[in-house]
């Protein structure tokens, strides 16, 4: 287990993250998100030990992890970390990249290993590619492979899939994060993106203001967040009064709606007016106004006209599962 007491670190007399308590199973995934700046980075370089922190303690199974005035290179055999700069010998093939982390004694076993790697970051075709040749989302796929080379205990990725183009991602995530879950490998992961996270990660830390402001069960998190912060980083969120939404309500509260939440009627409801249509694919999200002049996220099955006044619902059920703020 990874177990994190207390964790605070500065730099240059500016605090970055304050009194941080957490613990990470075998085989976990943590995500950690939050706006940028808020640590997330900071948090896995002082987990690898790149970092110096002056107060608190970090453990893996019992094993001390400290910083670099105790041990000038950070890491070791049981923890990797895959940084946003990938550190590959660029005029090495990719294959080489990876050979270069595993036993030359066993020729059959390491062949067998970088194939299975290829095809679980979808590499197989640049398997004798000169890294230096290769794009900067391919270059991010060679990264991850090599990481995962030895089969660490814990995986440190910090936004593993920012220069890997859209189309590809979902594969990716599938094969990176189902690899991981297979092997029981701990993954704490820094994530901007919910795709990286809600299919994914077991629990979600949020940090924010230097602190720890949530941490849960991911699904958990995502139906009951306790603040608007927390839901804008897994959706499109609302923050709409109880009392538009149900006249009855005896209550003058907030309630967080995601756009996917709520349900259009002709007749009845919260009135708003159409501001904008866009277009997902899938459905439509359109922007509306309220009558209190503060704009609506909401989703359609079909495109809707600028200026028509229509009326939205949400359910009972969705509304007592929020936690009112």
Not at 88 to 96: G, I, K, Q, R, S
Not at 165 to 175: G, P, S, Y
Not at 235 to 257: C, D
Request: proline share 5%; aromatic share 10%; charged share 25%.
């Amino acid at each position: 287990m990874l177990e994190v007491d207390h964790l605070s670190f500065s730099y240059e007399n500016h605090s970055v993250l304050e009194d941080l308590s957490f613990r990470v199973s075998p085989g976990e995934y943590l995500a950690v998100m939050g706006e940028s700046g808020c640590g997330k980075s900071t948090l896995l370089k002082l987990l690898y030990g790149a970092l110096p922190f002056e107060g608190g303690r970090i453990r893996w199974k019992q094993q001390a992890i400290k910083g670099p005035e105790y041990q000038l290179v950070p890491g070791g055999e049981f923890i990797k970390y895959l940084a946003q700069d990938f550190d590959l010998m660029p005029y090495a093939t990719v294959a080489e990249n990876l050979h270069k982390f595993l036993s030359a004694a066993e020729p059959e076993e390491t062949n067998a290993r970088i194939a299975e790697l290829l095809s679980t970051m979808d590499l197989e075709q640049y398997r004798d590619v000169k890294v230096n040749l290769l794009s900067g989302g391919e270059q991010q796929r060679v990264a991850l492979a090599r990481v995962l080379a030895h089969k660490p205990e814990v995986l440190l990725l910090d936004e593993p899939f920012s220069h890997i183009d859209h189309f590809r991602r979902n594969k990716l995530r599938r094969n990176l994060f189902g690899f991981l879950k297979r092997e029981k490998i701990s993954c704490v992961c820094a994530s901007h993106d919910y795709h990286d996270v809600l299919p994914f990660a077991d629990r979600v830390m949020v940090l924010r203001d230097r602190e720890i402001l949530d941490l849960r069960p991911t699904a958990e998190l995502f139906e009951k967040p306790r603040n608007l912060y927390t839901a804008e980083l897994l959706g499109e969120a609302n923050l709409v009064p109880i009392e538009v939404l149900k006249s009855y309500a005896s209550t003058t509260r907030n309630i967080i709606v995601y756009s996917h939440e709520f349900r259009m009627s002709r007749k009845s409801g919260m009135p708003v007016t159409v501001e904008h249509t866009y277009y997902f694919g899938s459905h439509y999200r359109i922007y509306g106004i309220m009558e209190s002049g503060k704009g609506v996220y909401f989703d359609t099955d079909s495109p809707i006209e600028r200026g028509k006044k229509i009326y939205l619902n949400v359910s009972l059920e969705t509304i007592n599962k929020r936690m009112p703020i």
